[in-house]
Structure formats: C-alpha cells, structure tokens
C-alpha cells in the first residue's frame, strides 16, 4: 500500500478511537471539572507515550522553531479548541454547536493552499465539502423539536466559530512540523505537544480549584482514572496515528476523513444506546462516507 493510503486508514482508525474514548468517558464526563476532565486525559497519553519512546527510542530535536510549533500545537489543540467549543457548549445546543465546528477541515483546506502545506485538486474539494456538509447535517437533523424556536446567542455562535477556525489553524501548525520534522517519530512529537498541554491544562485546573467553581460536584479518583484511560486512547494513540497521517496528508482532506468520527459516535450510540437515526441523517452519513472517498483520491 502507498504511504497515502496507510495515512487514510490511521485517521479513520484515529476517528474511531475518538468514538470509543467519548463512549468509555460519557459517564463521568459531567462529574468532572472540565479543566481537570481535559488534564488527566492529557496525563493519560502521556503515561502511555513514555513508555513507547523509551522501548521505540528518543531523537533529539535541537532546532528551536520546531519545538516551539510543536508546543503551540499543545496549547492550541487540545488547548484552546476546547476551551472555546466548551464555553460555547453551556449556552448552544450540541446539534447547533457541533454543526458550526464541523465546518473546520473546509477552513483548513482553504487555509494550507496559500500557505504551501496543502494542494488543490477538485477531487480534495468535492471530498472537503461533502464531509463538512454531512458531518453538519448530521448533527444538525438530530435537532430537539424543544430548541427549534430557541434565540442563538451570537457571542456563543462566534465563539465555536472561532474554535472552528483555531482547529483548523492547529491542523497546519501539525502539518509544518510534521514536514519539517520527517525524521521525528510521531510519538515523540505527539508526547512534546501533550506535556506542553498537561502544563497548561494543570494551571487552568489549579486555578479553578482554588476559586471552588466545582466545589459542590463529586468525583472519584476511578473517575480520574477512566477518564485518563480516554486520554491513552483519544491523545495518545489517536494524535499518534494523526501525526503520522499528516506527513502525507493535506491538512484539509486529514481533517475531512477524522470528522467521520461523528458517525463512528452515533454507530456506537446506536448499538449501545439504541439511538436511531433519522432518513435525513442517513443520507448525511453517505455524504460524509462518499466525501471520505474523494478526500482518498490524488
């Protein structure tokens, strides 16, 4: 197989440890404080990626640039995507939140071109559009009949927007130093990013313990744990395999086949939960497969 096509299969493989690790950790998710949700998961990946350097080995990186993109890569994802998607989670519906975030591998499409870290072939586009139009409407036709005539708030809408925008950003700045670093391995890149991000992630935590903002929520340390475990699969093993990916993938199409994971979600929630998808869902899965496909093609 080309280096292409094994760069597909470990982002779809990656789409699909997102839906797993969204599964294992939905249960505890809401007793967590969210900046302590966001710090085990990155403990988690970094507790299994010590270990994988050391039996794989360590390449020193001595040019500064490259380790300061790779630092901003923690700090922007899983950084402040997060942050701004979660703040604008607590006032938007997740079925009007996740359309708008959706539409990030368009803008990191857009975005690589003229900045040389991406091609332009009409096949990236059809492939581009259509999983960013299914992936939306996916979300977007499991609307709750009570939110139909619910006021958006803007201040809400430009905030997951931005988070958009800021993915997609956070997609090229791995694409540089993915191409700038071929012969670091993506694990140690990977463990870099994640160890500038539980720095970061530990701070926001510190401080929001200290003004007791969750002080009434309870949480166990199996709760901690569980959720690291989410970490090793999402940050750890999945960021890997996206690292990897992107060292022979355009940042646009990457982003495209990953967002296949609101599918691989509602696959698990279907089996699991027996949620059932709508004519109109089912036709925004095929857009999103259909798109994936294209995405694939030179």
Not at 40 to 69: D, E, H, M, Q
Request: with cysteine; hydrophobic share 55%.
């Amino acid at each position: 197989m080309s280096p292409e096509t094994i760069s597909v299969f470990f982002v779809l493989v990656a789409a699909g440890l997102l839906a797993v690790s969204q599964t294992i950790a939905k249960a505890v998710i809401s007793r967590l404080p969210f900046y302590v949700l966001l710090l085990s998961r990155s403990v988690g990946a970094i507790l299994l990626l010590i270990p994988v350097t050391f039996i794989c080995g360590w390449k020193t990186l001595t040019n500064t640039p490259y380790l300061v993109l790779i630092a901003l890569g923690g700090i922007v994802w899983p950084g402040v995507v997060n942050i701004l998607a979660y703040r604008a989670l607590q006032r938007l519906p997740v079925n009007v939140n996740r359309p708008i975030f959706q539409t990030y591998p368009m803008w990191a499409f857009l975005m690589s071109i003229p900045l040389a870290l991406g091609t332009y072939s009409h096949a990236k586009l059809a492939g581009v559009l259509l999983t960013t139009a299914g992936g939306a409407g996916f979300a977007l036709f499991n609307r709750d009949a009570a939110d139909a005539g619910r006021r958006l708030p803007r201040s809400a809408v430009a905030l997951v927007a931005a988070s958009a925008v800021i993915q997609a950003a956070g997609t090229l700045v791995w694409k540089y130093a993915a191409q700038a670093s071929q012969q670091i391995p993506s694990y140690q890149m990977n463990l870099l990013q994640h160890t500038v991000s539980a720095v970061f992630f530990g701070a926001l935590a510190l401080k929001e313990m200290r003004r007791r903002v969750d002080a009434e929520r309870k949480y166990s340390a199996g709760d901690v744990i569980i959720t690291g475990f989410s970490g090793m699969l999402l940050f750890g093993i999945g960021n890997t395999l996206v690292f990897a990916a992107l060292k022979h993938l355009d940042p646009g199409p990457a982003g495209a086949i990953y967002s296949v994971n609101i599918l691989f979600t509602a696959a698990v929630a279907r089996a699991t939960l027996k949620e059932k998808w709508t004519a109109a869902q089912a036709v925004s899965a095929l857009l999103v497969l259909v798109g994936v496909v294209f995405c694939s093609l030179k």
